[in-house]
């Protein structure tokens, strides 16, 4: 071969064959890891690949495999930090067992979820990972497990999906830090998500889509009539979709004839946000405002205050979804399983008593 010339990038296995002087079953055996070869021919074929320069044809592979070494994985918002961690919890464990990641962002939009799930199919994934803008919403996941192809949810279950599913104990996080604000004295508890509903108003748990945050949402409200607080309900702001949004909720909370004395997050963008709002407005936390927020995002740890947060065991959600799937692909798992990982309560200087 002339070494000066660009190499060939549609090298065939054939090409390779010839190369190796081998026939063209014995090199594909070689290049595909199936099937038996002597270690001599396969470092023949090997060697070959390499001289030639062969790219291997993965959508062919698939169709002599019967597998493509992918897998599909689609979640709400990849810059959500969130996200961020649990991906990578899921393709450390998807490499370490041979398979590569295909990751779409839905927004957390139902249409381009649909879209998603139909584009990694259409690749041949051997199987998806998928965290569901809405619960509700979800034939286009039952399509594809009618079709044989094995799921797993990730954050987020579905009471119609009989699939392995990995979750975090939200509800019992939201008891806890709400019980926490109440024996401080807070009766003025706001929860803001980015959950939002048709009028932008929240009525019922039932109106929200995204499970976790309903589970959350659930905890805060049942802890709340517990306490005998009455008008709950007003104290849940959904729409909280972007940092402007989010702003335009927070200074409005805040500058109302009855403000909030306690802020729950429900995830650390939104945190974020609130925490922007406070020093805008001039206001104290924990003085004036106390902070929690869900996830142990980076930034919680060295603002001033450090800020009371609610570590969800990311990293271990995304694998241990990607566990279920990879035990699932190779035949070790028949009934689908529910795992449920506990959140922690990380106590900062973020919060103290109601001072009114």
Known sequence: ??????????????????????????????????G??????????????????????????SMTTGRSGTIGVVVGDIENPFFSLAVRGITDVARQAGFTVILINSGEDFVAERAAIGTLLAKRVDG???????????????????????????????????????????????????RRLIALGHSRIAYLTACDTPDHRFRTAKDIGTGSVR???EGFLGVCREAGMIGTEDWVHVGAITPEHTQRIVTEMLQSAQPPTAIIASDSIIGLEVFKVHRRLGLSIPDDLSLVSFHDADWTSVTT????????????????????????????????????????IVERASTREARF
């Open 1 to 34: 071969m002339d070494q000066s010339s660009p190499r060939n990038t549609s090298v065939t296995v054939a090409d390779v064959a010839h190369k190796a002087g081998v026939s063209k079953a014995t090199a594909a055996r070689a290049l595909g890891g199936y």
């Open 36 to 61: 038996t070869v002597s270690d001599r021919v396969r470092e023949a074929v090997t060697a070959a690949a390499r001289e030639l320069d062969y790219r291997p044809n993965e959508l062919a592979r």
């Open 128 to 178: 998806l990972i998928v965290s569901p803008a809405k619960e509700n919403d979800v034939e286009h996941l039952h399509e594809a497990v009618r079709s044989g192809l094995p799921l797993a949810l990730l954050d987020r279950g579905s009471d119609t999906l009989d699939v392995d599913t990995v979750i975090a104990d939200d509800r019992h996080a939201a008891e806890n830090i709400t």
């Open 215 to 217: 589970r959350r949402i």
């Open 305 to 344: 205050p450090p800020v009371t947060v609610v570590r969800q065991p990311v990293y271990d959600l995304g694998a241990t979804a990607a566990k279920l799937l990879v035990e699932r692909l190779n035949g070790e798992a028949q009934t689908p399983r529910k795992v449920v990982l506990k959140n922690e």
